[in-house]
């Protein structure tokens, strides 16, 4: 999902601006402990260099105080801020201006837009070297890691030359935004049973009886009585019968598993991040080939969307993906369980998870038994941590029929989404019974 069209600017006229006093640097309190020194000695010793050297430090505490608040207040700034809505991998700015109107020059400025964004700052240190200047510069940043956070106020920082009365002061408003998961191109790797709806773009005939009359054909010998089509029979002079399909069942399910104890690795780096964007990206592909695809989470906030089309579902499954965070207490096997019921015979099924091995095996294998076409994305473990012991998840898929895909970390979800793990295991096999021959 890329960012809406369009900028917001804040910080005009119209916006708010707080000023307030920074904290006193340690060197105004060294001149003000030096001036008490002085003072003493002056009056101790009658020394003249003294008394005077205590006059000058008191005049450069006045002109700094003065200097530092009278320009400061002539300092305006304005923000031009991206679109609420975002995804990660964008690459996206501000664009930041400041105005001198009539101030003494400012040869430092630190101007940062504050923001909730886990490891980005962004800040930048300019100039406005005349008494009446002008200074636009931009800021790009990428983002890396999906949530809801905010951006703002800006804050600008300035003091006086010699650095004692430092001042900021905000300006505009806090503004949420929302980043969306990353969405790749994955390959076909989950497409529902060859066993399709009555009402799919796809259909496989039935040999058995359904309530879904697919068309009907010319009579043949053996063909029971009940099968006959009366109507078109009558029109066409011949006898026609029905022929079946086996119903609803070309939905997709996507199921994203966020129980905190599974979750391995920090930010944009863990196995929850990895999961969201396979998730958002099986989602964003197969609502694109027009397939009603369901989603069901169940982590810092929990979701159960019934399969449907359009880009309604999407914008839904996105803004909860993008919420969400790895802290649900609910197990994969508990929310398969829930599921059972709504998925059927001849749909899909795809799991993202990175459990280990457990009765949610059981549960994939159970479905796939039923007609259920079991899908399922582990992410490897070992791969975030190399000193856990390699899972038995794998070995129990396959045998159930799962199909199994491995995402490693630091491997692109479309390059690991390419080929499942049965030939691989099968391959091995076999490597290994020609070495034991």
């Known amino acids: 999902m890329r960012a ?40 101790g010793t009658g020394f003249d260099l003294a008394v005077r050297l205590n006059y000058a430090l008191i005049l450069l505490i006045a002109v ?15 923000v ?39 490891g980005l700052k962004i800040a930048e240190v300019v100039s ?14 990428q983002l890396r890691q999906r949530g809801e956070y905010t951006i703002g106020p800006l804050v600008v920082r300035a003091a006086d030359p010699f650095g004692l009365f430092p001042y900021e002061a905000e300006y505009a408003e806090k503004q949420d935004v929302l980043v969306y998961p990353r969405v790749v191109d994955l390959p076909d790797y989950a497409s529902p049973s060859a066993l399709l709806a009555g009402d799919a773009s796809r259909r496989r005939r039935s040999y058995i009886l359904s309530p879904e009359v697919s068309s009907v054909r010319d009579y043949s010998a053996g063909d029971s009585i009940s099968r006959i089509h009366w109507p078109s029979t009558a029109r066409s002079g011949k006898l026609m019968v029905k022929t079946f399909d086996q119903g609803r069942a070309n939905e997709m399910w996507v199921v994203l598993d966020q129980q905190a104890e599974t979750a391995m690795g920090e930010g944009a780096d863990s196995t929850d991040e990895t999961a969201a964007t ?29 399969p449907e089309r359009g880009p309604g579902q999407r914008s839904e499954v ?44 059981d549960a994939m294998g159970a479905l796939q038994k039923r007609g259920v076409q079991a899908v399922v994305v582990l992410l490897d473990r070992t791969s975030w941590d190399p000193e856990l012991e ?24 479309a390059a690991a989404l390419v080929e499942p793990e049965l030939p691989s295991l099968l391959d091995r096999i076999h490597s290994a019974a020609e070495a034991a021959g």
């Open 4 to 43: 809406r069209a369009g900028r917001d600017r804040v910080g005009g006229p119209a916006s708010r601006r707080l000023d307030r006093r920074a904290p006193r640097t340690v060197r105004l309190y060294l001149l003000l402990a030096l001036i008490a020194l002085l003072f003493a000695s002056g009056l």
């Open 80 to 118: 031009e801020r991206p679109a609420t809505e975002v995804s990660v991998g964008d690459t996206i700015s501000e664009l930041i201006s400041l105005e001198n109107r009539g101030g003494p020059p400012k040869s430092w400025l630190e101007v940062e837009d504050q923001t909730t964004i886990p």
């Open 318 to 361: 996105f803004g909860h993906i993008a919420k969400s965070r790895p802290e649900g207490e609910q197990p994969l096997f508990s929310l398969l369980a829930e599921l059972e019921r709504e998925v059927s015979r001849g749909s899909s099924i795809v799991a993202i998870t990175s459990a280990p091995d457990g009765d949610w095996v």
């Open 278 to 306: 396979i998730a958002a990206s099986t989602v964003h592909k197969y609502l694109g080939l027009q397939l009603p695809v369901g989603f069901a989470s169940v982590g810092s906030e929990a979701m159960v969307l019934p």
């Open 390 to 413: 390699e899972e038995t998840s794998r070995a129990r898929l396959v045998a159930y029929g799962v199909r199994t895909y491995v995402v490693r970390r630091g491997v692109s979800p």
């Open 64 to 78: 700094s105080w003065v200097w530092s608040r009278w320009g400061f207040e002539r300092i305006s700034a304005t």
């Open 128 to 141: 406005l070297p005349g008494l009446i200047a002008f200074r636009r510069f931009r800021i790009e940043f």
